[in-house]
């Protein structure tokens, strides 16, 4: 079983719609957590962190399930620069390594 | 600026060659990752450092090597027995300590010619 596993997609969802992501992980001691966005041929790049009591940045919204393993993203009225993959990110501090997901891809279209 | 710098941005390699990816960070990180990305996939890990003069392997730390001799730097050397070596390389770097994220590179994009 992969340490951090997401839902490759592609999603296809139209400008406006609201679309969720899930990631799970499988590493109980894991302690921070990210989402990651990456445009095509570049470097990753923090869309937010998640903390254990949710948190909310304009149209995105993360949550953290720690007894279930898995962690969320939910973008709001998605617009069409919202396309892009979508990569979550867990830190377990026991041994500093960061693990990413092999990322979820989303495609707003017009 | 503090950031965290990858040269060259692209590079091609002839079989049966070393090359050296350089890694450069100045945001006084204590740990670094030299991550690889093939098309269309997602983020491996291949080695990680944690402090000076001690690294980890990853998942796919075969046919690659590192050294951290000093802090700020991380180079990665992709020996030749490293078999499918064309992919797009990432380093990242982060503190240890507290609930931060890690900084990326722009990348080097290496071809084997």
């Known amino acids: 079983r992969k340490e951090v596993e997401q839902d490759p997609g592609p999603f296809n969802v139209p400008e406006g719609a609201t679309v969720a992501f899930n990631c799970t992980y499988s590493?109980?001691?894991?302690?921070?957590f990210f989402w990651y966005r990456q445009d095509c041929r570049k470097e990753p790049k923090l869309l937010m962190s998640?903390?254990?009591s949710g948190n909310e940045d304009g149209r995105f919204t993360a949550q953290l399930n720690r007894a279930s393993q898995y962690i969320s993203l939910l973008i709001r009225d998605s617009k069409l620069s919202d396309s892009a993959t979508y990569l979550c990110?867990?830190?377990?501090?026991?041994?500093?390594?960061?693990?990413f997901g092999s990322g979820t891809r989303l495609l707003v279209r017009p | 600026d503090g950031g965290i710098t990858q040269s060259p941005k692209y590079l091609f390699r002839k079989e049966g060659q070393n090359v050296t990816l350089s890694c450069e960070q100045n945001?006084?990180?204590?740990?670094m990752y030299w991550y690889r990305q093939d098309p269309g996939q997602g983020l491996r890990l291949i080695y990680y450092?944690?402090?000076?003069?001690?690294?980890q392997k990853g998942d796919i730390a075969e046919g690659y090597s590192v050294s951290r001799e000093k802090k700020e730097s991380f180079p990665l050397t992709v020996t030749s027995a490293q078999k499918n070596p064309t992919a797009f390389y990432l380093c990242?770097?982060?503190?240890?300590?507290?609930?931060?994220?890690?900084?990326f590179g722009q990348g080097t994009r290496l071809t084997v010619v």
């Open positions: 990242a770097s982060s503190p240890v300590q507290g609930n931060t994220e890690a900084f």
């Open positions: 590493n109980s001691a894991s302690q921070s």
């Open positions: 998640v903390y254990s």
């Open positions: 990110v867990v830190n377990t501090f026991s041994s500093y390594k960061l693990i």
């Open positions: 945001l006084n990180h204590d740990a």
């Open positions: 450092s944690q402090i000076v003069n001690d690294f």
